[in-house]
């Protein structure tokens, strides 16, 4: 009994903590494509369609919060429509949007988990009720800073988000209307020609949980007639950094992903050596199976 509950726990742990596969993240639209142009790999592609559904429902995870779960639901409605990788242009994050400077002060590590998001949230509301004990000036100060609010008039796009939210407000008090948290699923195609007439063809997908847990995973086959499921877990123990662990029927796969904005850099360990994959922009260079190729990624 004991082992079964230091399990749950240690899951439970890294569920909160982990953050999602920055290939989910990084895409904003529904193709991805990959060119290698040097080295021993002669061609290869990657098409990716992403998709985004409703997974777990809002007020189960956010009700322990100890915030008003009707106006949490609400501001987060107005924020982000409840996607769990909503991303703004001037770098707003998760489902209530967050900007890094913000996450780091309330302590957030990883804005896409939207259950620390939430938590976060109310933290922040808390402090603003005690500035401004007043919701519609809370909401003022939410969206144009305690410092702006206190020396000047709220501006009009604050007060049309402050309007929109007590919309919400009011309607979650008067029907109880349930909502769903938004996550990312994609589904791959890819395929890569090596020199000596090898091809490799990989067929599947992947998931985030809540931004938190990712699994990707499909069907692999070549052209020897090799044939293999394939699996790997990213844990993220930061918004920026996963541990990474895989399984084929060619082995155990370890290692790391970091990811910053643009730029990710991942590193296996695999039973038929080392792989890494560095990009930025789009651009990036790959190593596996001691070859190297030059891709160019786009999304459309």
């Not at 004991?2 to 439970?12: H, N």
């Not at 290939?23 to 790999?41: A, F, P, Q, R």
């Not at 090898?198 to 020897?224: F, K, M, P, T």
């Not at 920026?240 to 990710?264: K, Q």
């Amino acid at each position: 009994m004991r082992k079964i509950l230091t399990f749950l726990i240690l899951s439970s742990i890294v569920f909160a903590l982990a953050d999602p596969l920055s290939e989910i993240v990084w895409m904003h639209d529904s193709k991805d494509y990959y060119l290698y142009i040097t080295g021993g790999s002669i061609m290869g592609f990657k098409a990716v369609a992403v998709f985004e559904v409703p997974l777990f429902p809002v007020d189960s995870l956010i009700f322990f919060t100890g915030c008003d779960v009707n106006l949490l639901k609400a501001m987060i409605r107005a924020e982000s429509g409840f996607k769990v990788h909503a991303k703004s242009k001037t770098g707003a994050l998760g489902v209530s949007q967050i900007v890094r400077k913000t996450a780091k002060w309330l302590g957030l590590r990883n804005p896409y988990n939207p259950v620390l998001s939430s938590m976060a949230i109310c933290r922040y509301v808390r402090y603003l009720y005690k500035k401004f004990p007043n919701t519609e000036k809370m909401l003022w100060a939410y969206h144009d800073g305690e410092g702006k609010i206190r020396i000047s008039p709220p501006s009009r796009s604050a007060r049309n988000y402050a309007k929109i939210v007590m919309r919400f407000y009011d309607e979650y008090r008067r029907t109880g209307k349930v909502e769903f948290f938004w996550d990312r699923v994609y589904a791959f195609v890819s395929a890569d020609y090596f020199f000596g007439d090898l091809l490799e063809v990989r067929l599947g997908g992947a998931l985030s949980v809540l931004g938190s847990l990712d699994l990707e995973g499909g069907y692999l086959i070549d052209s020897e007639g090799f044939k293999s499921w394939f699996l790997r877990s990213y844990l993220r123990l930061f918004h920026d950094l996963a541990f990474i662990v895989g399984w084929s029927e060619r082995g155990w796969e370890m290692g790391s992903s970091t990811w910053l904005d643009d730029y990710n850099l991942e590193v296996l360990s695999t039973p038929l050596g080392p792989e890494a994959t560095i990009y930025l922009n789009g651009l990036g260079i790959s190593f596996k199976r001691k070859r190297i190729g030059i891709f160019y990624r786009f999304g459309f």
